[in-house]
T-cell receptor, first 115, second 113 residues
Framework: GAGVSQSPSNKVTEKGKDVELRCDPI?????LYWYRQSLGQGLEFLIY????????KSGLPSDRFSAERTGGSVSTLTIQRTQQEDSAVYLC?????????????FGPGTRLTVL | GNSVTQMEGPVTLSEEAFLTINCTYT??????LFWYVQYPGEGLQLLLK?????DKGSNKGFEATYRKETTSFHLEKGSVQVSDSAVYFC????????????FGRGTSLIVHP
């Protein structure tokens, strides 16, 4: 079956522009996570969705970042007024259920470069 | 809070050498422990996991044992291959409460022929 997909795979934008990153989780997975991976920094948690519950936004670094998940499936991460420090690889992961101990399935990521 | 500490890389080995990548953790409860691997240009994928003390996770020749007394989950492989070159992430997750796993910074492994 299909894994987690993300688009675009690469995005180059100018400082101050808005960007949207898309994640298609594995069908039937109720939990969805967004992470940011910066060079040498490991994974930084951004936001977590579980079913119809309110998302856990505790990892979003500023109010320029937002995310939504429509119909419990596709998710979009939006970064407004991008800054150079937003340059990173943005990873999406899904898991079958809400338990944090479930295996996470990751997409290939979107590499964002802010000039 | 929860944290995961991995040895810094890169780890550079010759093919067929023995591999150890150290991972220690702190957690407020009884976590499940994971090793994820990220091959070049790809997302992370689960390599192995262990859910309770003294459990051993294994996959593709890699092993790691959940050591509660030393709060460790070191990754080992007896004979590495060039194809094992990747970045390895240790992670923990707690059942109940926060559903957010905690990842280490990752350790890059480079295996030369």
């Amino acid at each position: 079956g299909a894994g987690v997909s993300q688009s675009p795979s690469n995005k180059v934008t100018e400082k101050g522009k808005d960007v949207e990153l898309r994640c298609d989780p594995i069908s039937g997975h109720t939990a969805l996570y967004w992470y940011r991976q910066s060079l040498g920094q490991g994974l930084e948690f951004l936001i977590y969705f579980q079913g119809n519950s309110a998302p856990d936004k505790s990892g979003l670094p500023s109010d320029r970042f937002s995310a939504e998940r429509t119909g419990g499936s596709v998710s979009t991460l939006t970064i407004q007024r991008t800054q150079q420090e937003d340059s990173a690889v943005y990873l999406c992961a899904s898991s079958f259920s809400a338990g944090g101990t479930d295996t996470q399935y990751f997409g290939p990521g979107t590499r964002l470069t802010v000039l | 809070g929860n944290s995961v500490t991995q040895m810094e890389g890169p780890v550079t080995l010759s093919e067929e050498a023995f591999l150890t990548i150290n991972c220690t953790y702190t957690a407020t409860g009884y976590p499940s422990l994971f090793w994820y691997v990220q091959y070049p240009g790809e997302g992370l994928q689960l390599l192995l996991k262990a859910t309770k003390a003294d459990d051993k996770g294994s996959n593709k020749g890699f092993e790691a044992t959940y050591r509660k007394e030393t709060t460790s989950f070191h990754l080992e492989k007896g004979s590495v291959q060039v194809s094992d070159s990747a970045v390895y992430f240790c992670a923990l997750a707690l059942s109940g409460g926060s559903y957010i796993p905690t990842f280490g910074r990752g350790t890059s492994l480079i295996v030369h022929p």
